[in-house]
Each structure stands twice: as C-alpha cells, then as structure tokens.
C-alpha cells in the first residue's frame, strides 16, 4: 500500500473512527497490507485481491471495533486467518496481549512472518484446531469474524475464556437473526448487538457482545 490515495483513504478512515494512530502504528499497518498482498499472490490468504478493497473489507473492519475491546487485556481471536481482527487489533493497542489462533498452516505462516517484520511484540500464534485448544490461562475475551453461527461460536469458545469474561462475534447482516435464535437456545446469556460503521464500506457491519456466559 505505497500509493497516495490509499494512504489518504486509511487517515480519513481512521478520522471518521476517531482513532489517533502513531506514525509507527500508520507505518504498521502499511507494512501488513504490503505483506499480506505478497503472500496472497502464492497462498491464497484472502479471496480479496485489490489493495483498496483489502483496506476496506480487512483494516478498516477490524479498526471499526477497536473500542469495543478497549476493557480487555488478553484477547484470544479464534479463527484469525490473516490476522483479522487480531493481528490489527494488536497494532492499535501494544499493552494487550493477543492470541491468533487458526488451524491452517500458511496462515499462520504469514502470521509469524508479520509479526517478525513489524516486529510486534504483544502477540502469541496458535496453530491448532479450536476443539484442541488448552491454554495455560483463560482470556478476558474471546473474539472471531470467521464463525458460521453464534451458537457455534458460544459452545466452542465459552470454555476459554475468564469469569465474567466476554465474547465478541464480529457479524453481517444476519447478525439479529442469530442473536434472537442464540437467546431462545441459551436464555440466561446476555447478547448485545452493536451495529458498526466501517469508513468506505457500504455493508451492514455489527459486533455481538456476549455476556453472563456459565453454561
């Protein structure tokens, strides 16, 4: 991403989120956009090949949410793929501890090799399949963009995370629609669902935020 227009495009999209971004952040996610777009030309990281679209569908997506997580310090971000919204997420705030975890190797090949590149000290890689997954430690949060269902999402990961811990499902449009079928299944959880704006993106975009989470 060394063109004008997409860096303009990634300040005035962190102005709309009101995100203040060091020039070593900036310089961050600039390096990860070049890497990412080099590594998918071999390893099909992502279905999303223009470098505009990559800014839009995968930075300013994951940036969209980054207050969201602002309470937590050890965030596991299951099914992580490129790093989304893990590997961002830990850009944007250096004191959190982030866990990306995905179960296919190339990914996690390029996860390894962002973080030597950008030189990212706040992150741990994981790769294994959910199901397997047992950290040393619990997490104050568990988040994903990648699961097919909230229900799937609460029954796979509600073991992994701490006491009146949280779970953050980045979600579409069918977002309402699961979170009113994730009630009727599991009645005592509480599930929040806050619709998100993403910079440029005209696509309905929401986190769902699970809580009271002791099944």
Same mark, same amino acid.
């Given at each position: ?54 800014? &839009?569908?995968?930075? @300013?997506?994951? +940036?969209?949410? !980054?207050? #969201? =997580?602002?309470?937590? /310090?050890?965030? %596991?971000?299951?099914? &992580?793929?490129?790093? @989304?919204?893990? +590997?961002?997420? !830990?850009? #944007? =705030?250096?004191?959190? /501890?982030?866990? %990306? ?9 390029? +996860?390894?090799? !962002? ?5 990212? /000290? ?37 073991r992994l995370i701490k006491a009146n811990g949280q779970l953050l499902a980045l979600k579409g449009p069918k977002a309402e629609a699961e979170t009113q079928e994730l009630s009727k299944q599991q009645p005592n959880l509480k599930a929040e669902l806050k619709p998100i704006k993403v910079p ?16």
């Open positions: 991403m060394n063109d004008g227009a997409s860096i303009a495009n990634l300040n005035a999209g962190l102005k709309q989120l009101q995100l203040n971004l060091s020039a070593t952040q900036l310089q961050e996610i600039e390096e990860y956009l070049q890497l990412l777009q080099k590594w998918n030309r071999v390893y099909n990281l992502t279905a999303i090949r223009k470098p505009a679209e990559m800014l &839009t569908h995968h930075v @300013l997506d994951s +940036l969209a949410v !980054a207050n #969201v =997580f602002e309470p937590f /310090q050890t965030i %596991l971000d299951v099914g &992580t793929g490129a790093g @989304l919204p893990g +590997l961002i997420l !830990a850009i #944007v =705030f250096p004191n959190k /501890q982030f866990t %990306l975890l995905d179960s296919n190797s190339k990914k996690t090949s390029f +996860l390894k090799q !962002a973080m030597r590149d950008l030189n990212l /000290q706040n992150i741990n890689i994981a790769t294994c399949r959910l199901e397997t997954y047992q950290p040393e430690k619990r997490f104050d949060c568990v988040t994903s963009r990648a699961f097919a269902s909230l229900s799937d999402f609460v029954n796979f990961t509600h440029f993106l005209a696509v309905e975009r929401c986190v769902v935020i699970i809580k009271n989470i002791d099944i």
